[in-house]
């Protein structure tokens, strides 16, 4: 069965850097295109990055291009997402998904795996 695992969320100031990690277990991670999501309260979920299988191919949402860099250790089964210059509107349930796909899908409905999500607050 495969599961992931995000860990790295807290509560930090406008200005601060987080890094979120993402572990896949129970499968093929070098499988798998990974995204990140953020869902704020009383506001829909929504891609913020991805990463090809091979982690040659990435994206970003523009709210957070310059500020966020996604990476991957495949010998780690490891997905991180750096997260530099936060702001208030950052503050979200972050989660990671994988398909098994050499790329992502623009499409949450396309990730058959979904981590529990890490909480990011940032505060002014």
């Known amino acids: 069965q495969v599961q992931l695992v995000e860990s790295g969320g807290g509560l930090v100031q406008a200005g601060d850097s987080l890094k979120l990690s993402c572990v896949v277990s129970g499968g093929t991670f070098d499988n798998y295109a990974v995204g990140w999501f953020r869902q704020a309260p009383g506001k829909e979920r929504m891609r913020v990055s991805d990463i090809s299988r091979n982690g040659g191919s990435t994206w970003y949402t523009d709210s957070v291009k310059g500020r966020f860099t996604i990476s991957r250790d495949n010998a780690k089964n490891t997905v991180y997402l750096q997260m530099n210059s936060l702001k208030p509107e950052d503050t979200a349930v972050y989660s990671c998904?994988?398909?098994?796909?050499?790329?992502?899908?623009?499409?949450?409905?396309?990730?058959?795996?979904w981590g529990q999500g890490t909480q990011v607050t940032v505060s002014s």
């Open positions: 998904a994988a398909v098994v796909s050499v790329f992502p899908s623009r499409l949450a409905t396309q990730y058959g795996y």
